[in-house]
Each structure stands twice: as structure tokens, then as C-alpha cells.
């Protein structure tokens, strides 16, 4: 049976999940340095780390977009 196709929460691509391919890469890489940063710099929300994230000017716009989603940001 096929996975029910939905669209990626912010594009228009359709995805079996909750983000397209695009963007589920950009969330994976999240994920992984999240892991970094909390070895480098002690414990810390995921909030905390994603708000902290979209300050930086080095941080590419399509995770940015991610960020913004996870944190409810319009
Ligand atoms: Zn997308």
C-alpha cells in the first residue's frame, strides 16, 4: 500500500512526510548539530538552539525556513 502523500509544511512538494526531501535534509542537519552543540556548550533546548541558530548570519535560508516552522514563526 502506498504511504498517504501530503504536502511538505512549507512547500508546495508532495512528501509522504512532514517536510519534502528538500527540507528533511536541511531538518536532519538540524537534528545532527544540535547533538554537536549541546557536547560543545552544555545542555540546551531545542528552542533555544534553533532561536540561537536563526541569529547567525552563516545559517543557509532553507534551514532557516525549517527553523521558523518548528518554532511557529510565520
Ligand atoms: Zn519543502
Redesign the pocket.
Known sequence: MASPMAS????S?T?SRK??E??HKSYDKLASEYVTWKRALGEMSWEDYLRKLLELQETGSSIKDVIAKELGIP
Open positions: 511538505c509544511l512549507i512547500c512538494r512528501t517536510y519534502c528538500y527540507h
